[in-house]
């Protein structure tokens, strides 16, 4: 009996020392989209502007541009054109709209507007076919707006068509997102860009062939594997207009 007992002793002694000893190593957080990028001397500049869907893409497209160019981004979901129009001149590097600070050198823009310009408010009073009509002509309008104060950056441009929206999401539970309408607004931008001789990155045509293995169910966002999978024709696009390319 006294063996068993100097047995269990011993054996409780050496868990408890195994147990001290253990190390646990904390799991490696993902890299932030939104950390700031420290320049490497000597490569191109590119801006990226976005929503959560270019949040999604922005690390992949970095290591895909390693060693080619500096990949920065705007430091928050882009949002709609709206936040376009009151953010772009902090965005640009130059500071809040009436600063005199002179605006960062970009060599490439690549951009998007679109997936927040075309949510329904259930709530507004106003007809509702009015109401889309109105919502349409803005985003025209900040759209024009937009464009033009980029332009003056003298970067060349790349403009991202807006990724599709599931049609599930056309529910009552969900009535702020509506999938036909995106073909709606990437067609206004289009023409935009077309009357501007700005470059398109469809991504919505790239995706859309594979967007039920590449989407989230349910969800207008994508997983790792769809962003990487999108951030290959971002970064194709980019590389084909760097400068020395």
């Not at 253990?22 to 490696?28: D, E, G, I, L, M």
């Not at 590119?46 to 290591?63: A, C, Q």
């Not at 931008?189 to 039920?212: C, F, Q, R, S």
């Not at 207008?220 to 999108?230: A, K, M, Q, Y």
Request: glycine share 8%; hydrophobic share 40%.
């Amino acid at each position: 009996m006294k063996y068993v007992l100097l047995f269990l002793l011993l054996a409780t002694v050496c868990g408890a020392s195994l147990h001290a000893q253990r190390v646990v190593v904390p799991r490696a957080l993902p890299p932030d989209p939104l950390a700031p990028v420290e320049d490497v001397a000597g490569l191109p500049r590119v801006l990226l502007i976005g929503d959560s869907i270019s949040l999604g893409y922005t690390v992949p497209v970095r290591k895909l541009l390693e060693g080619k160019a500096n990949v920065h981004r705007i430091p928050q979901n882009g949002g709609s054109t709206k936040v376009g129009l009151a953010k772009i001149e902090e965005w640009l590097g130059g500071g809040p709209a009436g600063a005199t600070q002179a605006p960062v050198k970009w060599d490439v823009i690549h951009f998007n507007w679109g997936l927040h310009d075309l949510m329904f408010d259930p709530q507004q009073q106003r007809d509702p076919a009015q109401y889309e009509k109105d919502q349409l002509a803005l985003y025209e309008k900040n759209l024009r707006a937009l464009v033009a104060r980029l332009k003056q950056t003298g970067a060349k441009l790349i403009w991202a068509s807006s990724t599709p929206v599931p049609e599930e999401m056309n529910s009552p539970r969900s009535p702020s997102h509506r999938s036909a309408m995106v073909k709606v607004y990437n067609d206004v931008a289009a023409k935009v860009m077309a009357e501007n001789g700005v470059a398109i990155d469809d991504l919505n045509a790239y995706v859309t062939p594979v967007i039920g293995k590449m989407q989230r169910p349910h969800d207008v966002h994508f997983p790792t594997e769809g962003s990487e999978f999108l951030a290959k024709k971002v970064a194709e696009e980019i590389a084909g207009v760097l400068p020395g390319r």
